[in-house]
């Protein structure tokens, strides 16, 4: 059974960071590239950034490049996303997944 757990996430002032991580298990983690979704209230889910399965190719969406950083550890399971520089309207739910495999998502706020 597929699990992805994401944590991570809470309030933070505009221009601050925050490391999300994302357990997985139930699968064959070093073979799936992973990707971060967000979806902002009232908005719909926005793809924000992808790894591939090595973690030798990353991809951003425009709105996060040069600010966030996707990043794996085959060996935990595990997928980051470090976000740095943070915006008002970088708060959302953050979700990492692979096809149609989501996680529950975690909570960012960035506000004063």
């Known amino acids: 059974q597929v699990q992805l757990v994401e944590s991570g996430g809470g309030l933070v002032q505009p221009g601050g960071s925050l490391r999300l991580s994302c357990a997985a298990s139930?699968?064959?983690?070093?073979?799936?590239?992973m990707s971060w979704s967000r979806q902002a209230p009232g908005k719909e889910r926005e793809w924000v950034a992808g790894i591939s399965n090595t973690g030798g190719s990353t991809n951003y969406a425009g709105s996060v490049k040069g600010r966030f950083t996707i990043s794996r550890d085959n060996a935990k399971n595990t997928t980051y996303l470090q976000m740095n520089s943070l915006k008002p309207e970088d708060t959302a739910v953050y979700y990492c997944g692979y096809g149609h495999y989501w996680g529950q998502g975690t909570e960012v706020t960035v506000s004063s």
């Open positions: 139930g699968f064959t983690f070093r073979i799936y590239a």
